[in-house]
């Protein structure tokens, strides 16, 4: 594609400069503190691959498409598969590529402004703060007004991996990113490969055929592109933090659980048309306020478990809306690890 350059040496410069030298190198063995070191040297030669990559659309070299993935475990069971994440280490003259490109993404996000303010991950100016003060002020204001609320909280299963690589390239076109754009994405995406590294062992590659690579720059704004359009249709008061999403309306009259109920529908419907599933084993609600009736509400066929605390971006949440619960947790934590402190410090030296 002919036009202005998307990055000169100057540019990528000023990226390597910026890398953390103590980083983990990716899979192709460059280290961000030998890049970091030679960055007015290597500047010019990288802004040549980068702008070759935009023009031609050729495919980026091999060890630019490889995630090196190791298994961390969450909250559960550690006998369970399903109970583990993916950490990927990718190359870092490749995330310093995806960066530029990010950085171009996003200036035409803002300029055409098609992001939804139900969004807070990765979105500049919001965090986990503005979505937990956003969401609860709402829900807060209706309980204290003396009405019955229900949450739900949702879970995707496996967001970022099943992600349909030909449905986000047609919402990054709708969005309105540019034809060239959505090119190179497209070939970013293509030829994609990962291992599984534990403890020094790995395994072979295996091809990736879908979802946002995880470890990525570019991972988790597709990713919040891609259910941008998850808030369609909704009644009720839905706020995202990347892929934890929680559904809240008033539910204090049959016409209130109702509409509840029909934007479960509608999600899952919108999941289907786009090939992702609710992990609704995971998915709760929280019944807040006197008089609550206790609906039973459904996602597909599965009807939803009753919660009476759930923990949100960090901060527990119970069914009266007190924090006392969050705040022993905290103190408890504090305590640990003021013993752990004080027992590790060298006896006779002052504390």
Known sequence: MEGSP???????????????????????????????????????LLSII???????????PEDWRIASVTPVSKKGRKEDLGNYRPASLTSVPGKVLEQLVLDAIFKQLEEKKVMRSSQHGFIKGKSCSTNLIAFYGGITSWVDGGRAVDVIYLDFSKAFNTVPCDILIAKLRKCG????????????????????????????????????????????????????????????ALSKYADDTKLGGTADTPEGCAAIQRDLAWLERWAGRNQMRFNKSKCRVLHL???????????????????????????????????????ALVARGLTGSWRALKGAWPAGQGR
Request: with cysteine; aromatic share 8%; hydrophobic share 35%.
């Open 289 to 327: 306020g006197r008089n609550n009736p206790n609906y039973q509400y459904r996602l597909g066929h599965n009807l939803l478990e009753r919660s009476s605390e759930e923990k949100d971006l960090g901060v527990l949440v119970n069914d009266r809306l007190t924090m006392s619960q969050h705040c």
């Open 50 to 60: 980068f702008e070759r990559s935009r023009r031609t659309e050729e495919q980026l």
């Open 177 to 236: 990113i540019d034809e060239w754009t959505a090119r190179w994405v497209e070939n970013w995406l293509t030829g994609r490969a990962q291992r599984v590294v534990i403890r020094g062992a790995e395994s072979g590659r295996r091809p990736v055929t879908s979802g946002v690579p995880q470890g990525s720059v570019l991972g988790p704004v597709f990713f919040n592109i891609f259910i941008n359009d998850l808030d369609e249709g909704i009644v009720s």
């Open 6 to 44: 998307l990055v000169d040496d100057r540019m990528v410069r000023e990226h390597l400069s910026g890398l953390n030298a103590h980083n983990s190198m990716g899979p192709d063995g460059m280290h961000p503190w030998v890049l970091w070191e030679l960055a007015k040297v290597i500047a010019e």
